[in-house]
């Protein structure tokens, strides 16, 4: 059961777009299309922002979006904010009925 | 509007027990799976167990299935986490949280505000 591997930050300007991976293996990020990605201020409960890899549930801008690529899940968020800064994660479902979470990303607005 | 109440939390010493509860309200508490993760203090998420609406299929984290045990009860609306032989790498915040997908151990989409367990003498 080993985690997803994110890069443990990432920066942009307000404006720009930043883009988090999150790396998994043909049982899990690339097995199934239950990858989600989740926003957490500090002191606060994650939000989810994607689901089943590109959706997005409603209230969530469209600034963010999901897609996938083999083994690998990216989370682009674009026209950044400076209430973006937070910490994402990403999940997926894997083999045998597992759960796993990557290690986050903190992501700075310069 | 989906709310999920977590309680139970708080100091214990190693070796110790405690068994944390998740009030649900707001949709059919009984058609969705749970989930309970947990948070250490400044570290990532980690998954402990997922449970089915009907409790027929309960999984758990592999280094966490001697020792911790989850149910739920539909009728009361409510998820528990009984965790037994507490450490001190048992210690973090413990979230409830909803599936909403097929699989009953795929990423959730709605989370309580969390518990804080610390185990410490």
């Known amino acids: 059961q080993s985690a997803l591997t994110q890069p443990p930050s990432a920066s942009g300007s307000p404006g720009q777009s930043v883009t988090i991976s999150c790396s998994g293996t043909?049982?899990?990020?690339?097995?199934?299309?239950?990858v989600s990605w989740y926003q957490q201020h500090p002191g606060k409960a994650p939000k989810l922002i994607i689901y089943e890899v590109t959706q997005r549930p409603s209230g969530v801008p469209d600034r963010f979006s999901g897609s996938k690529s083999g083994n690998t899940a990216s989370l682009t968020v674009s026209g950044l904010q400076a209430e973006d800064e937070a910490d994402y994660y990403c999940?997926?479902?894997?083999?045998?009925?597992?759960?796993?979470f990557g290690g986050g990303t903190k992501v700075t607005v310069l | 509007e989906v709310q999920l109440v977590e309680s139970g939390g708080g100091l214990v010493k190693p070796g110790e027990s405690l068994r944390l509860s998740c009030a649900a309200s707001g949709f059919t508490f009984s058609s969705y799976s749970m989930n309970w993760v947990r948070q250490a203090p400044g570290k990532g998420l980690e998954w402990v167990s997922s449970i089915s609406s009907t409790s027929n299929y309960l999984y758990y984290a592999d280094s966490l299935k001697d020792r911790f045990t989850i149910s739920r009860d539909n009728r009361k609306n409510s998820l528990y986490l009984q965790m037994n032989s507490l450490s001190a790498g048992d210690t973090a915040v413990y979230y409830c949280?909803?599936?909403?997908?097929?699989?009953?151990?795929?990423?959730?989409?709605?989370w309580g505000q969390g518990t804080l367990v610390t185990v410490s003498s």
């Open positions: 949280a909803r599936t909403f997908d097929v699989l009953t151990a795929s990423p959730p989409d709605s």
């Open positions: 043909s049982t899990d990020v690339g097995g199934y299309n239950f």
């Open positions: 999940s997926s479902y894997a083999d045998f009925n597992i759960l796993l």
